[in-house]
């Protein structure tokens, strides 16, 4: 009786330990191997991309204590092992993760993300946001990485086990306008220019909290030709200036300097600017612009007419998401001149210059240079001034929209000069119009007419010819006779 007393006494004893263990609460330290948590994001963009990482397992913690013990997931081991890494998150001799003091959030978020990318770390789900949130569910517990495609997100643990974070970061934007150069259109999206002329670009970034990887990229056409300094005062193509109201409500208008805020390569046709990270992050809890300024020239080899001359650029953002991009168009256009006779016949040997003034002064000639049949506005002002006509129909290429004077300063010989300049116009979308009798009427082309004069009659007619024919034969025969009488007389 005694023995079963003892039995059934430590049975008692061993239900109770085990009952007690299964009631054990999280200040009292919690085992989380099995247990499964979810993020949400709070006020997530519609339509962009949300994809979640788990860096670091959490093996168990105590909530109430602030307790957690973190070991790095199998993928990303290699990670923590890399000195980068190191810099941010230390893992002690026994495989506990630990926070280095006063590391940046951020940066490592950034550094974490990239080397996920390049290694093909898989991720442990992506998802759309819809009606501005997003929730990823059935999550093991432990550190997690979230990334937008408009940047990394933020770094979290889901030991509530439940988790919410606002997304910070915002979709930016970027528009380029034309500032200055020939004739502008209303919305700055367009202009008109001679070759040779200077264009000022302009393209204004819409900055987003949380801003990150900003790089402008900027595809210029053939026929722009980027100028290397935009001025005297910097070494650089481009200024670069940012503006908006700070954290306090200042305002602020900073000119950022190059290799100390943005770093720039750039050719004859295209840029890249990368506004570094170390600036973005002094304003990163507000938004505000940065303006890219720059200058082009129209060159030779520039398309007239048609559909222009397109400059383009985008914003990649993140760590490889794009923006939609912006364009404009630079056009420039051409006067076909097309010199002849009364017959329709082309008509070689006229010598034409083209004017910007009524009066036709030197001074606001045209400069041009041949280019085969053809002449091109030249890019600088070493250039012939003299067209000259030949069997067909030329062009006067690399203008911009106005009014033009087209004067012919020597006709062919035998030719009647035009004693008049006629008078051209071209349009903003490049039509041309002629002044015929007080006014502009549409024309594919500008006709030349020369008009070759009538031979005048000479000084007598055909009746004193004939008179002086008359009077030789009559002398001649006077001497015949007189001849004749001579012979008989001296027989």
Known sequence: MKLIKKIAAIMFAFMMVVSMSCNVKADEGTTATTEKGEITIDKAIDGQTYTIYKLLDLESY?????????????????????????????????????????????????????????????????????NNTVTFKNLDLGYYLVDSSVGALCLLDTTNPTATIQEKNGVPSVEKTIEDGGVLATDHKSNSVNIGDIVTFQTMIDVKKGAQGYELHDTLSTGLKLISKINDHTNSPIMAVASGTDESGKAFNNNLTKDSHYTITYDDHSFTVTILDSYLKTHETVDYHIAISYKAILTNAAVVGGAGN???????????????????????????????????????????KLYTDAQCKDENVVKVIANG????????????????????????????????????????????????????????????????????????????????????????????TMIYLVGAVLVLGSGVVLATKRRVKNK
């Open 62 to 130: 105590d909530e109430p204590n602030n307790h957690y013990s973190y070991r790095p997931s199998t993928e990303w081991k290699n990670f923590f092992e890399t000195t980068e890494a190191k810099n941010y998150i230390t893992v002690d001799e026994n495989g506990y993760a630990n926070w280095v003091k006063g590391a940046d959030q951020t940066e490592f978020a950034q550094k974490a993300l990239a080397y996920a990318t390049t290694n093909g770390i898989g991720n442990k789900g992506t998802a759309k946001a819809s």
């Open 310 to 352: 397109a400059n383009e650029t985008y914003l990649k953002y993140g760590v490889s998401s794009e923006s939609t991009p912006s364009t404009t168009t630079t056009y420039t256009f051409g006067i076909p001149v097309f010199k002849y006779t009364e017959t329709n016949t082309a008509l070689a040997g006229a010598k034409f």
């Open 373 to 464: 049949k053809d002449y091109v506005v030249g890019e600088t002002d070493d250039n012939n001034n003299v067209m000259t006509s030949g069997t067909e129909a030329f062009n006067i290429n690399g203008l911009k929209a106005g009014t033009y004077y087209l004067k012919e300063i020597e006709a062919p010989k035998g030719y009647n000069k035009l004693a008049n300049a006629i008078k051209v116009e071209i349009t903003n979308d490049g039509k041309v119009k002629v002044e015929k009798n007080g006014a502009l009427t549409d024309v594919t082309q500008v006709d030349v007419e020369n008009k070759t004069g009538t031979v005048l009659p000479s000084t007598g007619g055909m009746g004193t």
